[in-house]
């Protein structure tokens, strides 16, 4: 495992050099979306409308935040459980998404997808307050009625997150427990 700095827009470029099990320190700007707004962009998708923000080599992380406390650009921001997403996701990577944040594992549909298109990342859920701290800027973009799960137009700096499901189409989460069931095959 290595710990690499990438910035945004994650290109196919930057996609190529991430492997599963890699520690990411992420900047630059992200989106953020869940199960609610992404299901109004599909279905403005399916209107034939376009999305609140160009999704082209852009990153969603899955978070709702807690509220903003004084003094604060933004509030908590762990991870919601990704596979709340899966139905929509294949669409949105279709639609140019190259990376997804969030926690936990991903439907094969969803692995399919991603495969040679994306990247999925695992942000650390107890760590919602210093992921909180990562944003630098942030801004409601669209579907304000939601609260906390309107989409958001995030400035993050140095994000910890570690990839899960590679371009290539490795998942940490079967690899992980094979290698360390490998090194140590009597514990």
Request: some cysteine; aromatic content about 6%; glycine content about 10%.
């Amino acid at each position: 495992m290595e710990l690499k700095k990438i910035t945004t827009p994650l290109t196919k470029e930057k996609l190529e050099g991430l492997t599963s099990g890699d520690q990411v320190l992420l900047s630059g700007v992200i989106y953020t979306a869940r199960d609610a707004a992404h299901k109004r962009m599909v279905e403005a998708l399916d209107r034939g409308e376009s999305l609140p923000f160009d999704p082209k080599e852009q990153v969603i992380y899955y978070v709702g935040p807690t509220p903003t406390k004084p003094g604060q650009t933004f509030g908590s921001a762990g991870p919601t459980t990704s596979y709340r997403m899966d139905a929509y996701t294949p669409q949105m990577i279709a639609q140019g998404i190259t990376g997804m944040i969030g926690k936990g594992k991903r439907g094969q549909e969803v692995k399919d997808a991603i495969k040679g298109n994306a990247t999925y990342f695992a942000a650390i859920g107890g760590a919602a307050a210093i992921m909180g701290k990562c944003v630098k800027k942030a801004e409601v973009i669209a579907y304000e009625d939601l609260g906390a799960e309107a989409i958001r137009r995030l400035e993050v700096e140095d994000l910890p997150i570690i990839v899960v499901n590679d371009i290539a189409g490795n998942d940490i989460y079967i690899t992980g427990p094979e290698e360390y069931l490998e090194e140590h095959p009597h514990e």
